[in-house]
């Protein structure tokens, strides 16, 4: 069952450089508009409550998914890279 409070994301290897690519979901901001399940469907679904969840952080393409973070009308989504290789 799917976290019903706080942040949920999930973490994966870049294909590119090795980094660790984390995406989120601020669940108390995301208000379930279901955008992001349009742009980045294999990144995104939303769960029993219809808020966001995070289910392939690259399910989509790079582009798709900063799509459906610039279209989130609550600016909800948040995408970070941790530990680059050099
Ligand atoms: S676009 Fe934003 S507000 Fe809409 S479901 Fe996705 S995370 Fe939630």
Do not use: W
């Not at 995104?44 to 998914?65: C, E, K, N, Q, W």
Request: proline share 5%; aromatic share 4%; charged share 25%.
């Amino acid at each position: 069952m799917a976290d019903t409070t706080g942040t949920t994301g999930a973490t994966g290897p870049s294909g590119t450089n090795g980094a660790t690519e984390a995406i989120t979901v601020d669940r108390d901001r995301c208000m379930g508009s279901g955008q992001c399940t349009f742009y980045a469907p294999n990144t995104f679904d939303l769960d029993d409550l219809s808020i966001a969840i995070v289910t392939d952080p690259h399910g989509d393409s790079d582009d798709d998914i900063a799509m459906a973070i610039n279209v989130c009308p609550t600016r909800s989504i948040a995408r970070t890279d941790k530990g680059e290789a050099k």
